[in-house]
């Protein structure tokens, strides 16, 4: 247990250094375990803390969302064929680099990004979505 309590405080620490102009008043950490859990249904709860629609206090043009820390991504379940049919793709920034990789490809590589993608391709796309 003692294992698992600094590994949150590690990660809490790890976060907290890139955190910028937030305002730590009334700021909560949610910590969230994908063991056995659906990609894009853990990804909408997530994103729905991290806006802050959670709150009585929610205002579409104020970050009022909390901190999110997500635990056994490793374990993390996708419905149908998606591990092999779901695509990831990104360009290099030369002609004709357009690389790509499947899921299990990418979960094997990184498995934290398919969850960081997956929540940040379902917030809004303004200027709240880079806090």
């Known amino acids: 247990m003692a294992s698992a309590s600094r590994l949150l405080s590690e990660s809490k620490q790890k976060a907290l250094a890139g955190l910028r102009r937030i305002n730590m008043d009334g700021l909560r950490w949610r910590v969230f375990d994908a063991k056995g859990q659906i990609l894009g249904r853990l990804a909408a709860q997530i994103s729905t803390v991290v806006q802050g629609k959670d709150k ?34 990104w360009h290099t920034g030369y002609l004709g680099h357009l690389k790509q990789r499947t899921l299990k490809e990418q979960m094997a590589k990184d498995s934290t990004e398919v969850i960081r993608k997956a929540v940040m391709r379902m917030l809004p796309r303004n200027k709240l979505r880079d806090v």
Do not use: A, F, Q, W
């Open 56 to 89: 009585p206090t929610y205002t579409p043009n104020h970050d009022e969302g909390d901190m999110c820390i997500v635990i056994n991504v490793k374990d993390i379940c996708v419905s149908g064929r998606k591990l092999n049919d779901k695509v990831y793709y």
